[in-house]
T-cell receptor, first 113, second 109 residues
């Protein structure tokens, strides 16, 4: 069964450093998303991406965040200058039919120290 | 503003059916009902979705009331591995899913 894969599974970074979280969506999907979940809190939407551009983003997704689909298979989330409060699980999702129908990866646990 | 209301937690005996309710009284005509679950800290897992008709797949059944103001997710024979947080989400197939607090289902031996 096809699945969304994310790397790394866990990343520790120092405050102020840049991080790139990587995702390989399901191959024939057209919609791509990033969500995050701070420990003990709800899953929160960050950004959606379709047709090589951002289609929607939340208030969380400020100028420190960016997304890219550098080739036909990868989808990345970059945080330019990490803050302690960026520590969370970051989930990538992709969807084929209907934008809401997202299939999620297993997440990257980002710890900012 | 919450579009869905779910009980905070539920218990179910292993092997029995788990019936998880969801109220979505303000659902509009073009909004689907989606169910996801999250086991421990894993990524949310898609279970099932529907618009008006009841739906069934290999994981679960979704019963939507005729007025579409509520729905029930049924896991026909719950196992310990079904212990998870279950999220009911209504959406018009737009660009994002809005997760609430969900129902924490505990399947007990």
């Amino acid at each position: 069964e096809p699945e969304v894969t994310q790397t790394p599974s866990h990343q520790v970074t120092q405050m102020g450093q840049e991080v790139i979280l990587r995702c390989v969506p399901i191959s024939n999907h057209l919609y791509f998303y990033w969500y995050r979940q701070i420990l003990g809190q709800k899953v929160e939407f960050l950004v959606s991406f379709y047709n090589n551009e951002i289609s929607e983003k939340s208030e969380i997704f400020d100028d420190q965040f960016s997304v890219e689909r550098p080739d036909g298979s990868n989808f990345t989330l970059k945080i330019r200058s990490t803050k302690l409060e960026d520590s969370a699980m970051y989930f990538c999702a992709s969807g084929g039919q209907g934008a809401s129908l997202g299939f999620f990866g297993q997440g990257t646990r980002l710890t900012v120290v | 503003d919450a579009k869905t209301t779910q009980p905070t937690s539920m218990d179910c005996a292993e092997g029995r059916a788990a019936n998880l309710p969801c109220n979505h009284s303000t659902i509009s005509g073009n909004e689907y009902v989606y169910w996801y679950r999250q086991i421990h800290s894993q990524g949310p897992q898609y279970i099932i979705h529907g618009l008006k008709n009841n739906e069934t797949n290999e994981m679960a059944s979704l019963i939507i009331t005729e007025d579409r103001k509520s729905s029930t997710l049924i896991l026909p024979h719950a196992t310990l591995r079904d212990t998870a947080v279950y999220y009911c989400i209504v959406d018009n197939a737009g660009n994002m899913l809005t997760f609430g607090g969900g129902t924490r289902l505990m399947v007990k031996p």
